[in-house]
């Protein structure tokens, strides 16, 4: 029961995922619930992500390799080494200091995304050459393999408040971006054995399945509708990880 549980999970937090970013209002607590403790439930989070954003970035592949505002594959490379980075520090600081700074680091990414628009029009957006977008991808590679969850709000932020990408074309890039960095940071925790391997592939393949349903229903939301579903969740998670 537990298997097919986490099989829904993964699903169900993968179409969330794509449209928002915040598959985490989902399935780390959910997982949590399942009675997983936090560092495991966290990487075994991570090492499902990828299924989800394997599939969403196959589904969205074409639309995809239009986006040239910025050379992709310099991209994946600092998100993969930034990915490695944070399983290191995830890893080697105690379980207390992760459950303390969790709450913070998913209110800091949905209030980024959030107010980001805000900014644009108050003109507080600045457009940045590659080098300066790529450090940017590298600290997004570095929360993704610490906290996976909520990475993808991040890499939207970061394209919002610094990039010419539309919302759009950011939910597309962040599945590829995220997805690096989590396989290279899973690489890193199976080989520490630090992840539930049966449920954390159980959840992988419910999430291939549900990333490849999220491109096929993502263009039926506006992206103001994308940004309130952000809002909404993401305080929801981060009110229940500081009271739980």
């Not at 915040?22 to 780390?28: E, K, L």
């Not at 995304?113 to 790529?134: M, S």
């Not at 570095?142 to 010419?164: D, E, N, R």
């Amino acid at each position: 029961m537990l298997i097919l549980a986490v099989f829904f999970v993964g699903l169900i937090g993968a179409i969330i995922g794509y449209l928002s970013g915040v598959a985490s209002v989902f399935t780390y607590p959910a997982l949590l619930l399942l009675g997983f403790p936090p560092v495991i439930a966290n990487t075994t989070n991570v090492f499902s992500n990828v299924g989800g954003g394997l599939g969403s970035t196959l589904s969205g592949l074409r639309y995809i390799r239009r986006i040239t505002t910025y050379p992709r594959v310099p991209q994946y490379i600092i998100s993969a080494i930034g990915g490695a980075l944070g399983a290191v520090l995830l890893l080697g600081v105690s379980a207390s200091v992760f459950e303390a700074v969790v709450p913070w680091l998913v209110l800091f990414a949905v209030l980024s995304v959030v107010l980001a628009p805000l900014a644009t029009r108050a003109g507080w957006h600045v457009n940045v050459g590659t080098g300066v977008f790529l450090v940017l991808v590298f600290g997004v590679g570095i929360y993704s393999g610490y906290f996976g969850a909520a990475s993808a709000v991040m890499y939207m932020a970061v394209a919002a408040l610094f990039t010419p990408l539309t919302t759009r074309e950011a939910l597309l890039l962040k599945a590829p971006i995220t997805t690096v960095a989590n396989a290279v940071a899973t690489v890193y925790y199976l080989a520490n054995g630090a992840v539930n391997v049966p449920a954390a592939v159980s959840m992988m393949v419910g999430g291939l399945v549900g990333g490849w349903i999220g491109p096929k229903i993502g263009h039926y939301f506006s992206d103001r509708t994308i940004r309130v579903f952000v809002l909404v969740c993401g305080l929801a998670l981060f009110v229940w990880l500081l009271v739980r």
